[in-house]
């Protein structure tokens, strides 16, 4: 395994801040359907998470497998940790 520079972990760790709101506003909005405000929030969340993914795969490589993330680094698919492994 590769060592990963600080960056990667500091950004590894704001996509999974984010990914930790999204999931409690999916599951305040399952009980709470018409709350525009928490809509909009959880709107400006995803589109915070696909910013930092898109910022996050461009440096590092892909952050998701089976077909949800590119890869264009030849070779790279050998070296870790991979996000999940974190």
Known sequence: MSKMSKEYYQLLHQLQVVDFVLVELNLYLDTHPGDTRTIQQYNSYAQKRSQLKKEFESR???????????????????????????
Do not use: A, D, I
Not at 60 to 73: A, D, I, K, R, V
């Open 60 to 86: 590092f490589g892909p952050l998701t497998h089976f077909g949800h993330s590119y890869n264009q680094y030849p070779g790279g698919w050998n070296e870790g940790p991979w996000p999940w492994e974190v």
